[in-house]
């Protein structure tokens, strides 16, 4: 509606994540870094925590837009209250893996043997796991078993854990020590402070074709990031109805008062507001010897500037070649040791045996 009143081409404040108005404040770009950083290790976890509407989900998004698919094959996984065998079936559906017949230990070779095929392909195999605070203990639990596939020296999947910050209080758990250990490195985003908001606005207003229609007075800026406390999800809220009501009431510039008029209905409806704090400096420094393939400037005064990647795995053929034949009997003999128990049961009832066709199935993968 106001869209078109103020020429612009779309809506600027979309509440919904869309990596083509992705903002680099300097938090965001941080927590960019990091993920480029630990992309280019090829191996453990880079775990990135936020409050809800940092823009966690629009960062990881703009990673993606990046990521060369003939150099990486990545998955995401927005994950809910799901128990561990759940989150193994979710993470091969992500790879797109055929996984509702498969037992525990069906599934773990059908994982291991696609990892291995993708490294064998000059490949790498990304995991993105969004809403990490909603796994349960044993759910990351089986996330840090996968990380134990390797190819001779070569890690077979890597991971990215993004969630909210409670998602910290797990971590730091007695039994997440040893998940702590593969972890990189760790970087809390916290919100944008005042210029970095105003920016941010102007940078959404810019992308739809904003020439000045509508006009923001500087106690306009200051009244939203008062409200907001600097989070974009909050700016893009209050936005919204800003420009609603300034375009039901015909109006062209926006003082503080508009604003204070808005944000008292939010107020009102339970909307809340106010002040988040200020960004947390990451909690684990990257590992030491840092990857030459990328150059990381944590200042904020420049991008991130990443080069382009040469996979050079060295796999011995013959030694590749005896693994996958390894795995292809362990997942045969798995099938035909539940197969022969399911025609014993059988039996047992009173029905002939049938000869499992799982075999087959596990050959084409």
Same mark, same amino acid.
């Given at each position: 509606?106001?869209? #078109? ?6 809506? =600027? ?30 191996? !453990?976890?880079? @775990? ?17 837009? %990046?990521?060369? =698919? ?27 893996? =055929?996984?509702?017949?498969?037992? %525990? ?34 759910? @990351? ?66 992308? @739809?074709?904003?020439?000045?229609? =509508? ?55 339970? !909307? ?16 030491? #010897? ?35 034949? %390894? ?12 197969? !022969? ?11 002939? !045996? ?9 050959? %084409?993968?």
């Amino acid at each position: 509606m106001y869209a #078109s009143f103020y020429g612009l081409t779309g809506k =600027p404040f979309q509440l919904n994540p869309d990596p083509s108005f992705y903002f680099g404040s300097r938090g965001h770009k941080r927590a960019m870094a990091y993920l480029e950083y630990g992309l280019h290790q090829s191996e !453990g976890f880079i @775990v990135i925590t936020g409050e809800v509407g940092a823009g966690k989900t629009t960062l990881v998004r703009s990673l993606l837009q %990046k990521l060369d =698919p003939q150099k990486v094959v990545a998955a995401q996984l927005v994950s809910t209250q799901l128990d561990a065998e759940d989150t193994l079936r979710m993470v091969a559906a992500a790879f797109g893996l =055929p996984n509702k017949t498969f037992e %525990k230990a069906e599934l773990l070779l059908a994982l291991e043997m696609f990892l291995v095929s993708i490294t064998a392909k000059g490949k790498r195999a990304l995991l993105i796991v969004d809403e990490a605070q909603n796994l349960t203990p044993r759910a @990351v639990e089986e996330l840090r078993m996968l990380s134990n596939f390797q190819l001779e020296d070569h890690a077979l999947l890597q991971s990215f854990l993004v969630g909210q910050p409670e998602f910290k209080d797990t971590m730091q758990s007695d039994h997440m020590r040893q998940l702590r250990q593969r972890v990189i490195a760790s970087y809390h985003l916290g919100p944008m402070d005042r210029d970095e908001t105003r920016a941010y606005m102007e940078h959404r207003l810019s992308h @739809v074709g904003w020439k000045g229609n =509508p006009r923001f007075e500087t106690e306009a800026f200051d009244a939203i990031f008062d409200f907001t406390g600097g989070v974009p999800r909050r700016i893009n809220t209050l936005c919204d109805r800003l420009m609603l009501a300034g375009f039901l009431g015909g109006k062209t510039i926006y003082k503080g008062s508009d604003v204070e008029e808005v944000t008292r209905e939010i107020r009102e409806e339970g !909307g809340g507001g106010g002040r988040s704090g200020p960004a947390a400096v990451p909690r684990a420094a990257p590992a030491a #010897s840092p990857a030459p393939v990328i150059e990381i400037d944590l200042s904020g005064k420049s991008s991130v500037t990443t080069h382009s990647v040469k996979f050079d795995l060295k796999i011995d053929v013959s030694r590749f070649e005896a693994r996958v034949q %390894k795995l292809e009997m362990q997942m045969a003999e798995t099938l035909r040791l539940l197969g !022969g128990a399911n025609g014993r049961q059988q039996a047992a009832d009173g029905q002939p !045996g049938e000869k499992p066709e799982k075999i087959e199935k596990a050959k %084409k993968i």
